[in-house]
């Protein structure tokens, strides 16, 4: 099993021949307007490993399994047809082919189930498609289990029962592999060949004598249930009986096509689980995350940085990306461009409602920038307001002093040199406090005279 390069105990889903590297869904970059995903790292599109390392092992799903015909339209064909198989049965000749048409049906739909779930589809498939071919089917697994037995036959007549029995057995043993190759390749003659029988036995391993077991179980419970729902009734016992034959040919249909989907790598083909609830395409800026974290990862800090600002232009307003933009400058320590953002970052958090996250966000720029002082008014009042609060008076007056040459906005400075007064107050500062509120007065008298 390979695993992501950037998420070591992350199973890969794709592979770059470009870069020789294995990632996961996130670390890989999906286009808008194709399935088609390309490398993070060189632009270059991926190859799909499928779900071949993330789909959970057949017997853990075991549960999911059985209740895959537990679908309304299924359930619906289940009893349907057979219970009109059941009532033909009991006329002559009509019964014969209608025996056989019920067969075909549920073989036709039972080797659909198989196909559909090896292409990571988990969700039964149309009923409408059990009605094609059916009957054709059948009549080649009849002429298939007619030559098997005469084959069998012929070899107890000429080499003896032992070892026909001992290949009868295998021959029961690669039933399984014959019905899955039949399905992928839709070809008696492909199917019955002893290399590709062999070929996906070895494929799926020691896991397939699981898979020979359960479906021993599986058809054990047929015989055990059969027994259970015999009534007085030949009909309703006929149409018992067939639904639960039925039910389980499905279900065995079914976990063999989970089968081929578990072990769809050394089985030479690759099939990614179709499921509604997971999303195909990400917002843009899940995927400028995802980018950043590939690119922090491989040492590309120009990357970083034009990824971020290319977002930024279009979308400045987005507070998630803007944190993580500072994020990034603060922990690399880049001044120049700390400089750059610290005001429009602090700007917009306060527009944002984020008050009480300022004092932080301005204690971490002061650390690379210790003679930081933010160039917007209303900024500088909150800042000096949490500090007032904090009880740091210096700090309060350090962020409104010279506040008038930033801004007109005469009530913001009213409010301003008004707590820059009760901060000097409290330093004991008389003198510049009292200047402080005839500044007040001087505003408020101007703020009079416009109004």
């Not at 499921?275 to 995927?287: G, L, M, N, S």
């Not at 917007?376 to 210096?394: I, K, M, P, R, S």
């Amino acid at each position: 099993m390979e695993y992501c390069k950037y998420h070591p105990l992350k199973p890969a889903t794709w592979y770059c021949a470009a870069c020789d590297t294995h990632t996961c869904d996130d670390c890989s970059d999906e286009s808008v307007y194709s399935d088609e995903r390309r490398c993070f790292h060189c632009g270059a599109p991926l190859e799909s490993l499928g779900a071949a390392y993330t789909v959970e092992p057949f017997w853990h799903h075991l549960k999911e399994i059985f209740r895959y015909p537990l679908n309304p339209p299924v359930m619906t064909l289940i009893l349907v047809v057979s219970a009109l198989g059941a009532l033909l049965s009991f006329i002559p000749i009509i019964g014969v082919v209608a025996m056989l048409l019920a067969a075909g049906i549920f073989t036709k739909y039972s080797f659909r189930c198989l196909e559909e779930t090896a292409e990571g589809n988990m969700v039964p498939p149309d009923i409408q498609d059990a009605y094609q071919g059916g009957l054709i089917l059948i009549v080649k697994m009849i002429l298939l289990l007619v030559a098997v037995v005469l084959g069998g036959a012929f070899l107890a007549t000429f080499v003896g029962t032992g070892i026909t029995s001992l290949l009868g057995m295998l021959v029961l043993f690669s039933v399984p592999a014959f019905l899955i190759s039949y399905a992928l390749t839709d070809s008696i003659l492909s199917a019955v060949h002893p290399g590709n029988i062999l070929r996906i036995i070895s494929a799926v391993g020691m896991p397939y004598g699981i898979l020979i077991g359960l479906i021993f179980l599986m058809g054990t419970s047929v015989d055990v249930l059969s027994y259970f729902v015999i009534t007085d009734a030949e009909w309703i016992t006929a149409t018992l009986q067939s639904v639960i034959s039925n039910y389980y040919m499905v279900v065995m249909f079914h976990m063999m096509g989970y089968v081929v989907f578990q072990y769809q790598e050394p089985l030479g083909f690759y099939a990614r689980a179709r499921t509604a609830d997971i999303p195909q395409v990400r917002t843009q800026a899940e995927k400028l995350k995802a980018h950043v974290s590939v690119a922090v990862k491989e040492g590309q800090y120009d990357k970083v940085i034009s990824l971020y600002r290319e977002y930024l232009n279009r979308q400045a307003d987005d507070v998630g990306i803007s944190d993580s933009w500072f994020e990034f400058l603060y922990r690399s320590g880049n001044r120049e461009l700390l400089a750059d953002f610290a005001g429009s970052y602090l700007k917009l958090k306060l527009k944002k409602g984020c008050q009480d996250q300022l004092s932080l966000i301005y204690r971490q720029i002061q650390q690379l920038l210790p003679a930081y002082i933010p160039q917007e008014g209303e900024v500088c009042y909150q800042l000096a307001l949490n500090c007032f609060n904090a009880g740091d008076y210096t700090g309060a007056v350090r962020l409104i002093n010279g506040l008038q040459k930033k801004s007109r906005d005469i009530a913001l400075l009213i409010r301003s040199f008004l707590l820059m007064a009760k901060a000097l107050d409290e330093l004991q500062k008389g003198e510049q406090a009292a200047k402080c509120r005839q500044l007040v007065t001087q505003l408020q008298r101007k703020a009079d005279s416009v109004s």
